[in-house]
Antibody, heavy 117, light 107 residues
């Protein structure tokens, strides 16, 4: 059974940093591209970042480019999202999802990031 | 980036009604279109992929059609458990943008 478990969310001040993790199990992690999607409170879904299975290629939405970095540790079956220079409009539930270039059949439960002073 | 425009943004219908949601892409995406259901407080759930393919385990009252720029999502007979927000998403190229969502309520 595919399982994705996000962690690392919380309250952070504007300009601060946070690293999200997504622990994966139930599939061959190293061959699966992965994605982060976020959802601001009461808003729709926004694609954030994606990474290939090897980790060699990454993609980021313009809204986070230069501030967020997606990475992975295939030895630990874990996906990361390093978030720097956080702003109030980064407040959202962050989901990790399996795969990157088609449809997302598997999602985590989400972790809430709140950027506020 | 490809823009996805969904309509309506919300609707209210009775149990047993046929419900239709449309999604328009800002450019031709072929059949690279998915539909998701999101219940409050939950992660999205894939319902339809490739514009018209029903995900395994999803009830047959859900269906999708269309190609190019115009797509339709249908619930043939609305059930109480279908109360949710529905999103379209293209996968023609990155970024895989979503529509704004359609909130479905029971009248």
């Amino acid at each position: 059974e595919v399982q994705l478990l996000e962690s690392g969310g919380g309250l952070v001040q504007p300009g601060g940093s946070l690293r999200l993790s997504c622990a994966a199990s139930g599939f061959t992690f190293s061959t699966s591209a992965m994605t982060w999607v976020r959802q601001a409170p009461g808003k729709g879904l926004e694609w954030v970042s994606a990474i290939t299975g090897s980790g060699e290629t990454t993609y980021h939405a313009d809204s986070v480019k230069g501030r967020f970095t997606i990475s992975r540790d295939n030895s630990k079956n874990t996906l990361y999202l390093q978030m720097n220079s956080l702003r109030a409009d980064d407040t959202a539930v962050y989901y990790c999802a399996k795969d990157a270039r088609a449809y997302y059949r598997y999602w985590g439960q989400g972790t809430l990031v709140t950027v506020s002073s | 980036d490809i823009q996805m425009t969904q309509s309506p943004s919300s609707l209210s219908a009775s149990v047993g009604d046929r419900v239709t949601i449309t999604c328009q892409a800002s450019q031709d995406i072929g059949k690279y279109l998915n539909w998701y259901q999101q219940r409050p407080g939950k992660a999205p759930k894939l319902l339809i992929y490739g514009a018209s393919n029903l995900e395994t385990g999803v009830p047959s009252r859900f269906s999708g059609s269309g190609s190019g720029t115009d797509f339709i999502f249908t619930i043939s007979s609305l059930q109480p458990e279908d109360i949710a927000t529905y999103y379209c998403q293209h996968y023609d190229n990155l970024p895989l943008t979503f529509g704004g969502g359609t909130k479905v309520e029971i009248k």
